[in-house]
């Protein structure tokens, strides 16, 4: 079984061993190639958000696709990647955060598998996965990369960046951290009844915090990241116990209407 999937760019396929390729399609489109491998005795599948050639703008990702395809695997946990900008003024790049809330200012996105009958409400009091979340902190214990435990991630529509007023909003409304791909993925693992938490590592101070933001140094401290999210998530595959204790799995449960 493959309970254990990584949302995220590309480098993470290091983590895995004697991958193979697994092509899933979903009623919402095809999902990029998954790989498959083993991580420790844990087979670990790994699916890159923006598509193998990274050719797929934050807002043309299929967010709907990539989460059924992993459920239709097997697929229980999802551990993601996000590049993130830092808003609150105590963040560095080159750190890492572990959000335990979001706010979504995306614009053009499908949120939701529940677009019909039976109307569904899910709830969101805690956005992430709260055993997922404490199996990556511990996994980072011992860490030199500095890690924040809780922030508030704002996830915002892209391409662009932000202009320095909406950081400012962001900043007034409780964001710690922005970035363009944590919504609406969070919400759409939950309505799969899956767990979901996301390790983000600052590229970057927000827009207006510093006097310009490039492409390229967000994927410059992303690579010089690397091998510390691998480790990071690698611990967590092999340490998580099977058996989940979360609520994840009953999203569902009293959501109808
Ligand atoms: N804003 C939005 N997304 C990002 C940023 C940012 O400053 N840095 C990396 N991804």
């Not at 759409?188 to 510093?210: D, P, V, W």
């Not at 611990?235 to 449960?253: L, Q």
Request: hydrophobic residues 35%.
């Amino acid at each position: 079984m493959t309970r254990i999937g990584i949302i995220g760019g590309s480098g993470l396929e290091a983590l895995l061993k004697g991958t193979r390729i697994v092509r899933v399609g979903t009623p919402y489109g095809p999902a990029p190639w998954i790989s498959v491998g083993s991580v420790g005795k844990e087979e670990v599948a790994f699916l890159p958000r923006h598509g193998p050639k990274h050719d797929l703008p934050p807002h043309k990702v299929n967010y709907r696709a990539n989460i059924h395809a992993l459920k239709q695997i097997g697929v229980e946990r999802i551990i993601a990647t996000n590049a993130v900008g830092g808003i609150n003024s105590e963040y560095n790049p080159g750190d890492l955060s572990i959000p335990d809330d979001i706010i979504d200012m995306t614009k053009s996105r499908t949120t939701t598998f529940f677009d019909s009958s039976p109307v569904t409400h899910i709830d969101f009091s805690q956005p992430y996965c709260p055993e997922l979340r404490k199996a990556l902190l511990d996994s980072s214990k011992g860490s030199k990369v500095k890690m924040w435990n809780t922030s508030v991630l704002a996830a915002t529509e892209g391409p662009r960046y932000e202009t320095p007023a909406e950081i400012r909003m962001l900043e007034k409304l409780g964001g710690d951290l922005v970035g363009m791909t944590g919504a609406p993925e969070t919400f759409l693992a939950r309505e799969l009844e899956m767990c979901y938490a996301t390790l983000c590592f600052i590229s970057n101070r927000a827009a207006g915090k510093q006097a310009k933001l490039s492409a390229v140094e967000v994927m410059d401290i992303g690579k010089r990241l690397m091998p510390e999210i691998v480790a990071i998530i690698r611990k967590t595959a092999e340490s998580i116990p099977v058996k989940r204790t979360c609520n994840c799995g009953r999203a569902t449960h009293e959501a109808q209407v």
